[in-house]
Nanobody, 124 residues
Framework: QVQLVESGGGLVQAGGSLRLSCAAS????????MGWFRQAPGKEREFVSA????????YYADSVKGRFTISRDNAANTVYLKMNTLKPEDTAVYYC?????????????????WGQGTQVTVSS
């Protein structure tokens, strides 16, 4: 079992920045690929970014590429999502998720463990 707790969400003006954190506990954190997903009201959960267990490879949705940066600190059992140049369309609940093994996936059904989510609201 892996328990995940997100933090760092909030209200920010368009063009601003936020850094989300996801603290993991339970099994060895380094054995999991980690992903960030988001879900806006009335929409399906969508892939935002992912990072392999080693942190050597990162992946981004086209909508956030160049603005968001994912990273992880295995010693601290934490994964981060730095979000710059935020837009109103980035408004959503952001979830981190863990997937056993080294490979990432953009498919949320491939992730076994989820946090409770943190709200990000970007005002225009």
């Amino acid at each position: 079992q892996v328990q995940l707790v997100e933090s760092g969400g909030g209200l920010v003006q368009a063009g601003g920045s936020l850094r989300l954190s996801c603290a993991a506990s339970g099994r060895t954190f380094s054995g999991y690929a980690m992903g960030w997903f988001r879900q806006a009201p009335g929409k399906e959960r969508e892939f935002v970014s992912a990072i392999t267990w080693s942190g050597g490879n990162t992946y981004y949705a086209d909508s956030v590429k160049g603005r968001f940066t994912i990273s992880r600190d295995n010693a601290a059992n934490t994964v981060y999502l730095k979000m710059n140049t935020l837009k109103p369309e980035d408004t959503a609940v952001y979830y981190c998720a863990a997937r056993s093994g080294s490979l990432y996936s953009p498919n949320p059904y491939r992730y076994a463990y989820w946090g409770q989510g943190t709200q990000v609201t970007v005002s225009s």
